[in-house]
């Protein structure tokens, strides 16, 4: 179970994260992304990244490249923001949570239009 520490650290690190992203990164293969979710280790020095790119597949592997590339840069953004004694090495994982949940949305209305 983490802690209150550990919980405010996850939420800063996703708000830097997205905003490093939005405003420091020129890459044009990262278009439209948004981090969901950060899951920092017990000893703070790992923490897994989960990114939504929005997009088709061949966009999102664009994106998640792009993203891979610029990892040191966006480590090296979040130490100089983040005051902590070693920023965490970053583990980028794509999440495709949001596009299920839109996939499960759109199945329920087709079942509520049929049913009328």
């Known amino acids: 179970m983490p802690d209150h520490r550990s919980e ?13 992203v939005r405003r420091e ?13 950060v899951e920092l ?5 790992h923490a897994k990244v989960f990114i939504s790119v929005f997009g088709d597949p061949e966009i999102q592997k664009k994106a998640m490249a792009g993203l891979e590339s610029a990892k ?8 100089k923001r983040i005051h902590l004694r070693h920023t965490p ?3 980028i994982i794509a999440d495709n949570s949001i596009e299920r949940g839109a996939k499960i ?3 329920l209305e087709e079942v509520k ?3 009328r």
């Open 72 to 79: 040191g840069f966006i480590r090296t953004e979040l130490g």
């Open 41 to 45: 280790s017990s000893d703070y020095s």
């Open 105 to 107: 949305m759109k199945l």
């Open 113 to 115: 239009k049929t049913e």
């Open 89 to 91: 090495d970053l583990q």
């Open 25 to 37: 990164l020129k890459d044009p293969r990262i278009g439209f992304i948004s981090v969901t979710d």
């Open 8 to 20: 405010r650290l996850q939420e800063l690190i996703k708000e830097e994260f997205s905003d490093i």
